[in-house]
């Protein structure tokens, strides 16, 4: 097939290709997106397009959570609040410390297996003894404790609070928050130690680029390590440096080369950490003369170890969050304390919260939140970071914590959590999908207690909020209770992905909860690779299949694409906790759909929209609509097509039209065209022109029709009856009476859409229709109304009553044709009819085999029974005429007609 530019042309501008592009765009987008997060790693701004689509997947994530509904929760964990029923007990928030410790008091009493706290208690009491012994302690003179404590035991609220504290120490989470954090980056700001050892930037330089080891920068540290070490130095980190470009291999780009820097920094900062470590007996014993010599700002810790461990952890390079200022318990509430964690809550871009920090760094350490600390306390367990470097943040992420039980040392099992160790929440609900227990039934002497709780409802199939009793002690033993505040007034409201009233201190308890079911929420491993190949099956599968429907089937498809999508998320991932960007597929299908559908109106609409103002001129409106219900049913560009052609024209208008003025002459003519022309599309036939008083039709076409010829036979007999009906309505009016004759031929012709540049018509061309001209003539010479031709009539015999009438020569044709008169459909009308049909079919073939007598003979039985049959009449003149002269040597039996 040879390609034309313009068919290339059409390709590239069609509904498909479209399609595509849109889907290679949105393919192309995926990878700015999923460099999302490596970009806020690295404390990049992320506006855009693809920061609008993760909003939207956060938002989807909010309502698969809803669809899903809530779920059960674990028994095991429950919310000890601060409500409005305590409030209303004990008084105004804050209470006096004690009556807090004999409400703990109480509930460890009951067996309570956790408190983790969702407060801190950051500010002392202000009463004199606890200010007294504050200063006491901080000078050292803690003899003087009991002393104040008995003078002042109703006043010293903290040292209560902080001796239930120190009593139930194994089973509190003491709270504690950080006011700011310094997000990490690439070199964090605390120390640039590591980073003169290995190298220093030029402003030459295009990236970093490893100029020279500076010395003196170990300086300090030279006169304790071996002088080996020392003078080999740049020896050591040269070595280390071409291991791991041998393992890298060449950067083939600069993109490349900026990536293997990333790594080879991070390997040599390792090593770096290494050496220091390897001479920490030495330094720990010279650490005193290495302060007085150095400068003291940045040796400023008591030994070398200190130094170290804060450097280690604060230069390393990893995506955790580093926060370097902390709101804790007062020292006497926080005297006895073995465990503490942080409950600070990080809203997303549209202040939802939808994941919980789980671990910062902070100094020398992790600190783990409320929620993580609570869970390994109570199983035992321990959680380290498992790190790995990352091409996209040139920085060590963290991928999972890892939870290994803390007697044997074996793994339990990798918590999934994002690179700076967030952990997706997988909500059991609305609030009070976990139980609430008030203070003030801790502080009740009544062995049962009021919950307040979502319960599942057999019977309406629902969780519904209610309150019951419980007995106390049952309730409270082995519990793992979040205590927060739930008072109006002064608890933190939260926006959740269900409410947006939502207590804080609840969101903990769902961290807790995923812990302890497993029920974790987790990305799918390679994601950002698999999600392009996926969306471009999509999409050119969409875009094909929508460029072949039309609108409404197209929304249909587009809906069952969308429903698909939901459900196999819904059922085969969501459902077993993986959570994948759904925002790409359907905000693909629904791109390419509307745009699809407006390049379509713009297009292929408007297409339609002319053909069906040029097609309703010739067609009925079904026909009108089949061709526009799929556009290959027509092709107007033109070509070769089988199909049956009608002349109908009127018998003497010309001398009716001298008779009647202008304007009832076109009453008349409107009377007549109207209706037959009304027949033609009944009978799913195609109005090519009118010419004066003459209708030109065809059928077979622009919708091919099987059985056309007898479509055109049919419509033909309606004509005529219906001329017969109108000849009354006339003859009543006074008007004169017109006939008409029709001719039919079926053969193959030129169809489409043809004329000038400017005027373009749909119409038929070819002999087949010159001789169904002829045919409509003819009727005048036999005085007949229908003429056939031979084709026509071998089409349509089966189904119509037919005579042939003659064999006939017409103008500007060689070869003969036969031609039939149609007499009526199915079957002869009357008795009378048939009768005559047998004879003329008799005197017909005596006729051609010329016995005139014989023939003249049964022509005049045939008049005998219809005598106003002209073909009758017409032949039995023919044979008079021939008794007394008959015809030249050779005749044939071909009438040779003279005229068109």
Same mark, same amino acid.
């Given at each position: 097939?040879?390609?034309?530019?313009?068919?290339?042309?059409?390709?590239?501008?069609?509904?498909?290709?479209?399609?595509?592009?849109?889907?290679?765009?949105?393919?192309?987008? $995926?990878?700015?997106?999923?460099?999302?997060?490596?970009? &806020?790693?690295?404390?990049?701004?992320?506006?855009?397009?693809?920061?609008?689509?993760?909003?939207?997947?956060?938002?989807?994530? !909010?309502?698969?959570?809803?669809?899903?509904?809530?779920?059960?929760?674990?028994?095991?964990?429950?919310?000890?609040?601060?409500?409005?029923?305590?409030?209303?007990?004990?008084?105004?928030?804050?209470?006096?410390?004690?009556?807090?410790?004999?409400?703990?008091?109480?509930?460890?009493?009951?067996?309570?297996?956790?408190?983790?706290?969702?407060?801190?208690?950051?500010?002392?009491?202000?009463?004199?003894?606890?200010?007294?012994?504050?200063?006491?302690?901080?000078?050292?003179?803690?003899?003087?404790?009991?002393?104040?404590? /008995?003078?002042?035991?109703?006043?010293?609220?903290?040292?209560?609070?902080?001796?239930?504290?120190?009593?139930?120490?194994?089973?509190?989470?003491?709270?504690?928050?950080?006011?700011?954090?310094?997000?990490?980056?690439?070199?964090?700001?605390?120390?640039?130690?590591?980073?003169?050892?290995?190298?220093?930037?030029?402003?030459?330089?295009?990236?970093?680029?490893?100029?020279?080891?500076?010395?003196?920068?170990?300086?300090?540290?030279?006169?304790?390590?071996?002088?080996?070490? $020392?003078?080999?130095?740049?020896?050591?980190?040269?070595?280390?440096?071409?291991?791991?470009?041998?393992?890298?291999?060449?950067?083939?780009?600069?993109?490349?080369?900026?990536?293997?820097?990333?790594?080879? +920094?991070?390997?040599?900062?390792?090593?770096?950490?290494?050496?220091?470590?390897?001479?920490? @007996?030495?330094?720990?014993?010279?650490?005193?003369?290495?302060?007085?010599?150095?400068?003291?700002?940045?040796?400023?810790?008591? $030994?070398?170890?200190?130094?170290?461990?804060?450097?280690?952890?604060?230069?390393?390079?990893?995506?955790?969050?580093?926060?370097?200022? =902390?709101?804790?318990?007062?020292?006497?509430?926080?005297?006895? +304390?073995?465990?503490?964690?942080?409950?600070?809550?990080?809203?997303?871009?549209?202040?939802?919260? &939808?994941?919980?920090?789980?671990?910062?760094?902070?100094?020398?350490?992790?600190?783990?939140?409320?929620?993580?600390?609570?869970?390994?306390?109570?199983?035992?367990?321990?959680?380290?970071?498992?790190?790995?470097?990352?091409?996209?943040?040139?920085?060590?992420?963290?991928?999972?914590?890892?939870?290994?039980?803390?007697?044997?040392?074996?793994?339990?099992?990798?918590?999934?959590?994002?690179?700076?160790?967030?952990?997706?929440?997988?909500?059991?609900?609305?609030?009070?999908?976990?139980?609430?227990?008030?203070?003030?039934?801790?502080?009740?002497?009544?062995?049962?207690?009021?919950?307040?709780?979502?319960? =599942?409802?057999?019977?309406?199939?629902?969780?519904?909020?209610?309150?019951?009793?419980?007995?106390?002690?049952?309730?409270?033993?082995?519990?793992?209770?979040?205590?927060?505040?739930?008072?109006?007034?002064?608890?933190?409201? &939260?926006?959740?992905?269900?409410?947006?009233?939502?207590?804080?201190?609840?969101?903990?308890?769902?961290?807790?909860?995923?812990?302890?079911?497993?029920?974790?929420?987790?990305?799918?491993?390679?994601?950002?690779?698999?999600?392009?190949?996926?969306?471009?099956?999509?999409?050119?599968?969409?875009?094909?299949?929508?460029?072949?429907?039309?609108?409404?089937?197209?929304?249909?498809?587009?809906?069952?694409?969308?429903?698909?999508?939901?459900?196999?998320?819904?059922?085969?991932?969501?459902?077993?906790?993986?959570?994948?960007?759904?925002? =790409?597929?359907?905000?693909?299908?629904?791109?390419?759909?509307?745009?699809?559908?407006?390049?379509?109106?713009? +297009?292929?609409?408007?297409?339609?929209?002319?053909?069906?103002?040029?097609?309703?001129?010739?067609?009925?409106?079904?026909?009108?609509?089949?061709?526009?219900?799929?556009?290959?049913?027509?092709?107007?560009?033109?070509?070769?097509?089988?199909?049956?052609?009608?002349?109908?024209?009127?018998?003497?208008?010309?001398?009716?039209? @001298?008779?009647?003025?202008?304007?009832?002459?076109?009453?008349?003519?409107?009377?007549?065209?109207?209706?037959?022309?009304?027949?033609?599309?009944?009978?799913?036939? +195609?109005?090519?022109?009118?010419?004066?008083?003459?209708?030109?039709?065809?059928?077979?076409?622009?919708?091919? #029709?099987?059985?056309?010829?007898?479509?055109?036979?049919?419509?033909?007999?309606?004509?005529?009856?219906?001329?017969?009906?109108?000849?009354?309505?006339?003859?009543?009016?006074?008007?004169?009476?017109? !006939?008409?004759? #029709?001719?039919?031929?079926?053969?193959?012709?030129?169809?489409?859409?043809?004329?000038?540049?400017?005027?373009?018509?749909?119409?038929?061309?070819?002999?087949?229709?010159?001789?169904?001209?002829?045919?409509?003539?003819?009727?005048?010479?036999?005085?007949?109304?229908?003429?056939?031709?031979?084709?026509?009539?071998?089409?349509?015999?089966? /189904?119509?009553?037919?005579?042939?009438?003659?064999?006939?020569?017409?103008?500007?044709?060689?070869?003969?044709?036969?031609?039939?008169?149609?007499?009526?459909?199915?079957?002869?009308?009357?008795?009378?009819?048939?009768?005559?049909?047998? =004879?003329?079919?008799?005197?017909?073939?005596?006729?051609?085999?010329?016995?005139?007598?014989?023939?003249?003979?049964?022509?005049?039985?045939?008049?005998?029974?219809?005598?106003? !049959?002209?073909?009758?009449?017409?032949?039995? @003149?023919?044979?008079?005429?021939?008794?007394?002269?008959?015809?030249? !040597?050779?005749?044939?039996?071909?009438?040779?007609?003279?005229?068109?």
């Amino acid at each position: 097939m040879k390609l034309s530019w313009k068919t290339l042309g059409g390709w590239l501008i069609s509904p498909v290709a479209i399609g595509v592009y849109l889907t290679l765009a949105l393919a192309a987008l $995926t990878f700015p997106y999923y460099g999302l997060n490596a970009k &806020r790693l690295r404390g990049e701004n992320v506006l855009g397009v693809a920061d609008v689509l993760y909003l939207a997947h956060q938002k989807s994530i !909010d309502y698969r959570l809803r669809m899903r509904g809530p779920r059960k929760p674990s028994p095991d964990l429950a919310l000890l609040t601060i409500d409005e029923r305590a409030v209303n007990t004990v008084g105004r928030w804050p209470w006096p410390r004690a009556t807090l410790a004999k409400a703990l008091d109480n509930a460890f009493k009951d067996g309570a297996k956790m408190m983790a706290f969702d407060i801190t208690f950051s500010e002392p009491t202000h009463n004199p003894a606890t200010q007294v012994m504050e200063k006491l302690r901080e000078l050292g003179k803690t003899e003087h404790d009991t002393l104040l404590t /008995n003078l002042a035991p109703q006043l010293d609220q903290d040292d209560a609070l902080g001796k239930t504290f120190a009593t139930h120490a194994d089973k509190i989470v003491a709270g504690s928050f950080y006011p700011y954090t310094l997000q990490s980056t690439l070199w964090p700001p605390e120390t640039e130690f590591c980073r003169d050892l290995i190298f220093k930037r030029t402003p030459e330089a295009k990236g970093w680029d490893r100029e020279e080891i500076l010395m003196s920068a170990i300086d300090p540290f030279a006169p304790y390590m071996p002088a080996v070490l $020392t003078q080999n130095f740049a020896g050591v980190l040269d070595e280390k440096e071409k291991a791991v470009r041998e393992a890298l291999g060449k950067p083939r780009n600069r993109n490349e080369e900026v990536l293997q820097a990333g790594k080879i +920094t991070a390997e040599l900062h390792e090593t770096c950490n290494t050496i220091l470590d390897d001479f920490r @007996e030495e330094l720990n014993g010279a650490w005193p003369e290495i302060v007085k010599q150095e400068n003291p700002n940045e040796f400023n810790y008591p $030994t070398y170890d200190a130094w170290l461990q804060y450097y280690r952890n604060s230069s390393k390079i990893n995506s955790l969050v580093y926060a370097d200022t =902390w709101v804790r318990d007062t020292p006497i509430v926080a005297q006895g +304390t073995k465990h503490t964690g942080f409950f600070n809550t990080e809203q997303d871009a549209d202040g939802t919260i &939808r994941s919980k920090l789980l671990v910062v760094r902070s100094g020398a350490q992790y600190f783990p939140s409320i929620a993580l600390k609570a869970y390994l306390v109570v199983k035992g367990y321990n959680a380290s970071p498992k790190l790995a470097y990352s091409d996209a943040t040139m920085m060590k992420e963290i991928s999972e914590l890892e939870i290994t039980n803390n007697e044997t040392g074996d793994k339990v099992f990798d918590l999934p959590v994002d690179g700076q160790a967030r952990q997706l929440l997988n909500y059991a609900g609305p609030q009070k999908m976990f139980p609430y227990l008030s203070f003030a039934d801790l502080l009740s002497d009544s062995p049962e207690a009021e919950v307040e709780q979502r319960v =599942w409802n057999a019977q309406s199939k629902k969780w519904e909020l209610t309150s019951y009793k419980v007995k106390k002690s049952e309730f409270i033993k082995d519990k793992i209770f979040v205590v927060g505040a739930t008072a109006m007034g002064i608890y933190d409201l &939260r926006v959740t992905p269900y409410e947006e009233n939502y207590p804080g201190a609840e969101t903990h308890l769902n961290s807790i909860d995923n812990m302890i079911q497993r029920n974790f929420f987790r990305s799918l491993p390679n994601e950002r690779v698999y999600m392009p190949l996926v969306l471009g099956i999509m999409g050119i599968t969409l875009s094909i299949a929508l460029a072949y429907l039309g609108a409404v089937s197209g929304l249909l498809l587009t809906l069952a694409f969308t429903l698909a999508i939901a459900l196999v998320d819904y059922y085969y991932l969501f459902n077993h906790g993986i959570v994948v960007s759904i925002i =790409w597929p359907l905000f693909l299908t629904g791109v390419i759909y509307v745009s699809m559908t407006f390049y379509r109106y713009l +297009t292929e609409e408007r297409g339609k929209k002319e053909l069906r103002q040029t097609f309703s001129k010739y067609v009925s409106p079904a026909i009108v609509n089949e061709i526009l219900s799929d556009p290959r049913n027509i092709e107007l560009g033109g070509k070769k097509v089988h199909l049956t052609v009608s002349f109908s024209d009127v018998r003497g208008f010309t001398t009716i039209s @001298e008779k009647l003025d202008p304007r009832a002459l076109s009453d008349l003519l409107n009377s007549y065209l109207t209706p037959m022309t009304d027949l033609v599309f009944q009978n799913k036939g +195609t109005l090519d022109k009118y010419m004066g008083d003459a209708i030109m039709s065809f059928f077979g076409a622009p919708i091919p #029709i099987p059985d056309h010829a007898k479509w055109a036979c049919r419509c033909a007999l309606q004509s005529v009856d219906k001329l017969f009906e109108l000849q009354k309505e006339w003859e009543k009016k006074g008007l004169p009476q017109i !006939d008409l004759g #029709i001719g039919l031929n079926t053969g193959e012709v030129s169809v489409g859409n043809m004329g000038s540049q400017s005027v373009r018509s749909y119409t038929v061309m070819g002999d087949a229709v010159n001789l169904a001209s002829r045919l409509e003539g003819i009727n005048k010479q036999y005085g007949t109304r229908i003429i056939l031709s031979e084709m026509t009539y071998q089409e349509a015999k089966d /189904n119509f009553v037919c005579r042939e009438v003659d064999w006939v020569r017409v103008k500007g044709k060689v070869l003969p044709v036969k031609i039939y008169e149609l007499i009526a459909e199915e079957k002869v009308p009357n008795h009378q009819t048939a009768e005559m049909l047998k =004879w003329f079919q008799e005197g017909y073939q005596h006729y051609h085999a010329k016995a005139w007598q014989d023939g003249l003979q049964c022509f005049a039985k045939a008049l005998d029974r219809v005598p106003a !049959d002209s073909v009758s009449k017409l032949y039995l @003149e023919r044979c008079q005429d021939y008794l007394s002269e008959p015809p030249e !040597d050779g005749w044939d039996g071909v009438f040779v007609m003279k005229t068109k």
